[in-house]
């Protein structure tokens, strides 16, 4: 799909998916450099 310009999407056009993979450790550094080191964000046995 070609690159478009955010003026040219109109109400409901439709725009291709994006996935962005997200790991755990994704999640650890963001609890580190946001402060919020809470385990329930990132402890499965919690």
Same mark, same amino acid.
């Given at each position: ?9 109109? &109400? ?10 997200l790991?755990?450790?994704?999640? &650890? ?16 046995d919690?």
């Open positions: 799909m070609a690159l478009r310009e955010f003026s040219s999407v109109k &109400v409901g056009d439709q725009l291709p998916e994006k996935v962005i993979p790991t755990r450790g994704d999640l &650890v550094n963001y609890a580190g450099v946001s402060g919020d080191l809470n385990p329930i964000h990132w402890d499965d919690i």
